[in-house]
């Protein structure tokens, strides 16, 4: 029998361009460590938002994952949301940012920084 | 009904009417009567996160929002359609919530699922308190004079006391506009209440006068008018929500709404004459296409006419507008909310 495979990496990725964003801003901030803290919380015009923010330490239950040199911690709770979730870094016309590309996302607002599943 | 019915005896089945509609019905508008409105649903949010996630989650603005002061927000999905309209009271950064009646537990639901990072706790407590409600332009006196309250309230302010020894929340929001008071005491000291009240000659008066008030005032109701179907701006809602606060859910689509003027329908304040058989969800037409629909509906004891609430197409939400029932009956556009 046939087994279907599951195409959808259950973790999560940061990309090249988006962790060497992550240590200059980090630079810029004056901090010492650029560890990256990911999450979700719910609001924004299309249900949930994306949380980043540059940390020391991972809280209790993160799931730490490393990349490019970059610690990412990504809140327990959030997880089911951004499985398979790559952290890209967009310059382009649409203005400078870190881009989720997020499978699990049905649909998002028009300024992209909230999104629906 | 005996008129002298203790209102807690019936608690989860609304009493329709104690005496007479059009006897409690005058009590409200020209004096002051009391109605049990524990149907309403209660939660606590608590939590350093709560006034953040509710103010992300709903129109109106939440931040900044003082101790004691209240707020009314509407709940909306990302299509921007309503879930229900909370009234909400800050209590030491601990958010008190009224729901609509029977929606507490989607609500706690609905914030439980968007409570993913946040410090919130949501705690439904409707089925172990009870709700007073104190309503007509006398109540304030009745407060001062006979119950011998030595403050008053605001619109949309709260305060925990205690009223002859039971804890009480009291607070004013705009459910039965101007002059309403709502008492929040736990559920085995409402026939205590109750009767601080009716031995001081206040008339108990039920659902059903209640609602006719809130259809004469064109307040929307729960499964009625308020219903994933409708959006804010459609349901005269417009009083509670911010259109500079920032992000909430469905707020793209409210402010496209509102600045491309895409509201397509209105709530509207309707009456027929009381010979006409009419019911809810009874459609209302134009030139034969359909324009509307009835959504509530009583018998006004003013002018025996009766008056009704319904969604109206823009074109045809406009006061004086006549329009006709499925059964052809004249339904009389009195006013847009």
Request: hydrophobic share 35%.
């Amino acid at each position: 029998m046939p087994v279907k495979e599951n195409t959808k990496p259950l973790t999560i990725s940061i990309s090249e361009q988006a962790a060497s964003h992550v240590r200059a801003f980090a630079e810029q901030a004056g901090k010492e460590v650029s560890n990256l803290r990911v999450g979700v919380k719910g609001g924004g015009c299309s249900g949930l938002t994306y949380v980043l923010d540059i940390v020391e330490e991972p809280r209790d239950g993160d799931k730490i994952i490393e990349e490019h040199g970059l610690k990412l911690f990504v809140d327990r709770n959030s997880y089911v949301f951004l499985a398979g979730t790559t952290l890209d870094y967009s310059g382009g016309l649409n203005g400078k940012g870190f881009v989720f590309n997020n499978p699990n996302a049905k649909t998002s607002c028009g300024c992209g920084t909230s999104f629906g599943v | 009904m005996d008129a002298d019915s203790i209102g807690s005896k019936y608690l989860g089945v609304p009493i329709p009417v104690y005496t007479s509609i059009e006897e409690e019905y005058c009590s409200l508008v020209e004096n002051v009567a009391i109605v049990d409105r524990s149907g309403v649903g209660r939660l606590w949010c608590r939590g350093e996160d709560a006034l953040d996630l509710i103010n992300r989650l709903s129109t109106n603005q939440m931040i900044g929002l003082s101790p004691n002061k209240g707020v009314a927000t509407v709940l909306t999905s990302n299509k921007g359609r309503i879930i229900d309209v909370l009234s909400i009271f800050n209590f030491d950064n601990d958010l008190f919530v009224q729901a609509s009646p029977f929606a507490s537990e989607k609500i706690v639901k609905w914030i439980n699922f968007y409570t993913i990072m946040e410090s919130v706790n949501v705690d439904d407590v409707t089925t172990e308190t009870s709700m007073m409600s104190l309503i007509g332009p006398n109540s304030s006196s009745v407060l001062k004079d006979l119950i011998g309250l030595d403050f008053s309230l605001e619109l949309y302010e709260g305060k925990q006391i205690s009223l002859n020894g039971i804890d009480t929340i009291v607070c004013r929001s705009d459910f039965a506009f101007p002059d309403a008071y709502d008492f929040i005491v736990g559920k085995h000291n409402l026939d205590a209440l109750w009767e601080m009240f009716r031995t001081v000659g206040v008339m108990s008066v039920g659902s059903k006068a209640l609602d006719l008030l809130r259809i004469e005032q064109g307040n929307p109701s729960y499964t009625r008018e308020l219903t994933d179907s409708y959006n804010p701006l459609e349901s005269g809602l417009r009083k509670y929500i911010s259109f500079n606060k920032g992000c909430y859910i469905g707020q793209e689509v409210i402010a496209r709404l509102d600045a491309y003027k895409k509201v397509q329908k209105y709530l509207v304040g309707l009456e027929w004459e009381s010979t006409c058989k009419i019911n809810s969800f009874t459609g209302l037409f134009k030139d034969n296409d359909q324009v509307g629909l009835i959504t509530s509906w009583s018998v006004s004891p003013k002018d025996k006419k009766n008056i009704g609430l319904g969604y109206v197409r823009k074109a045809n939400a406009i006061a004086g507008e006549l329009l006709q029932s499925d059964n052809e009956d004249i339904v009389y556009v009195k006013s847009v909310f």
